[in-house]
């Protein structure tokens, strides 16, 4: 009797070692799949990050490139409008500057 109660006192305590065991390595085994579960959402992150970075950039130099021809398209049309205006002058500058250059040779003679 003694000996089947010490028996049967091993044998618990081997269940339980077993138990033990089997519960460090169930851990061990979703400690493991966490760690890789996060590595995994990191590098989602990361490349969303990129694939968002890569987006804003490529809108901002559309931006950029439709502000440029903006610019370039009013600062052509007052280029023109000041040519135009200055054309309309022309005759009346040159009538201006070849009396002046008469009223010099005559004030020089």
Same mark, same amino acid.
């Given at each position: 009797?003694?000996?089947?109660?010490?028996?049967?006192?091993?044998?618990?305590?081997?269940?339980? =070692?077993?138990?033990?065991?089997?519960?460090q390595?169930? $851990? $061990? *085994?979703? *400690?493991?799949?966490?760690?890789?579960?996060?590595?995994?959402l990191?590098?989602?992150?990361?490349? #969303?990050?990129? =694939?968002?970075?890569?987006l804003?950039?490529?809108?901002?130099r559309?931006?950029?490139?439709l502000?440029?021809?903006?610019?370039?398209?009013?600062?052509? =049309? *007052?280029?023109?409008?000041?040519q135009?205006?200055?054309?309309? #002058?022309?005759? $009346?500058?040159?009538?201006?500057?070849?009396?002046?250059?008469?009223? =010099?040779?005559?004030? #020089?003679?």
């Amino acid at each position: 009797m003694k000996t089947e109660v010490l028996q049967d006192i091993k044998k618990t305590e081997e269940e339980y =070692q077993s138990m033990i065991s089997a519960a460090q390595d169930e $851990k $061990k *085994r979703k *400690r493991s799949q966490a760690e890789l579960e996060a590595d995994n959402l990191i590098t989602k992150a990361q490349s #969303n990050a990129e =694939q968002y970075k890569t987006l804003k950039l490529e809108e901002a130099r559309h931006q950029a490139a439709l502000k440029h021809a903006e610019i370039m398209t009013a600062g052509r =049309q *007052r280029a023109a409008a000041i040519q135009e205006k200055g054309k309309k #002058n022309l005759s $009346k500058a040159v009538q201006l500057l070849v009396s002046r250059f008469k009223e =010099q040779l005559h004030v #020089n003679a």
